[in-house]
């Protein structure tokens, strides 16, 4: 199962230090809203981000079955490195299910790739983790296409999720197949196509930025073609700013699910408007060009 239908996902990595009853807010907004799936990682908030969410959900009731859990797991925080050994994997899961006070997760990723993994390693503790119910299905976080072929080779579980950083303004999951032959561009991963050939899903995280954990795009007077077609489209759709550009993410063909990481109900609320329209094809391609990329 590949819980194609939730195309917004909530990502709790900020909401360690919120106050309870403002994250019972968020995540009731988001059950009304549609979005039942929740995304996590053992370093968010060094846990705690885990424990206030299993504490929100406990509180407002919530039946676990009617949620979806996603979390992560690989880098080790107190080393400041990557582990996919399987004492790591199965202990931070564990640990994991621990905080969030769950039997279960729906989905575990491995958090980047670990250079020194052993995919025998990998292997035996997805095995221990879905034998003893644990987790219901694995995938990986910032990887290419190579390296989740590889990875597949070996692991008898199938990787059916990839979550990536993309956004409008970080777009070169785009840009590599647009501009591929051409001199000012040299990535020779094609992860958008390898994920629509082999049916992965892609996961898009920081929808808002302009790069690595960089500016906010929007309402930045550091980019104003692209707030000016943002307008331009917002008005068009009668939505905000925020949903046409998740709508233009959600636009591609390869499906996208975008992790969106409010703390905040109203801007939540705006987010969510991008559920309910398709951009045109001629919006996708002038939004791409107003961020500043040429069609060869």
């Given at each position: 199962m590949l819980y194609r239908d939730?195309?917004?996902?909530?990502?709790?990595?900020?909401i360690a230090d919120k106050p309870i009853e403002e994250?019972?807010?968020?995540?009731?907004?988001?059950?009304?809203?549609g979005i039942n799936f929740f995304d996590h990682a053992n370093i968010y908030g060094q846990g705690k981000s885990e424990k206030v969410f299993a504490k929100a959900i406990d509180e407002l009731g919530i039946d676990r079955s009617s949620i979806i859990i996603q979390s992560k797991c690989g880098i080790d925080a107190k080393t400041g490195t990557y582990n996919f050994s399987k004492t790591h994997i199965i202990e931070e899961t564990t640990k994991i299910l621990e905080r969030l006070n769950t039997d279960y997760i729906d989905i575990l990723l491995l958090h980047r790739p670990d250079?020194?993994?052993?995919?025998?390693?990998?292997?035996?503790?997805?095995?221990?983790?879905?034998?003893?119910?644990?987790v219901k299905a694995f995938g990986l976080s910032n990887q290419?296409?190579?390296?989740?072929?590889?990875?597949?080779k070996y692991i008898d579980f199938p990787l059916r999720f990839n979550q990536v950083q993309f956004s409008l303004m970080h777009s070169q999951l785009i840009d590599a197949g647009l501009q591929y032959n051409m001199g000012t561009f040299h990535s020779q991963d094609f992860l958008l196509e390898y994920a629509r050939t082999n049916q992965?899903?892609?996961?898009?995280?920081?929808?808002?930025?302009?790069?690595f954990f960089e500016d906010i795009f929007i309402d930045n007077p550091k980019f104003p073609e692209v707030n000016e077609k943002l307008d331009e489209l917002a008005l068009?759709?009668?939505?905000?700013?925020?949903?046409?550009?998740?709508?233009?993410i959600l636009r591609h063909p390869v499906n996208f699910q975008v992790v969106v990481g409010t703390t905040r109900?109203?801007?939540?609320?705006?987010?969510?408007?991008?559920k309910h329209i398709q951009l045109s094809h001629q919006d996708?391609?002038?939004?791409?060009?107003?961020?500043?990329?040429i069609l060869p």
């Open positions: 939730q195309n917004i996902i909530l990502g709790c990595m900020r994250v019972k807010d968020l995540i009731q907004t988001a059950l009304d809203l250079a020194l993994m052993d995919f025998k390693e990998v292997n035996e503790a997805f095995h221990y983790l879905f034998d003893k119910g644990m290419s296409s190579t390296q989740m072929e590889m990875m597949q992965i899903q892609l996961q898009a995280w920081s929808p808002f930025f302009s790069g068009k759709y009668d939505v905000s700013k925020e949903a046409i550009s998740v709508a233009w109900s109203d801007r939540l609320k705006k987010i969510a408007q991008a996708w391609y002038d939004l791409y060009k107003a961020s500043g990329k």
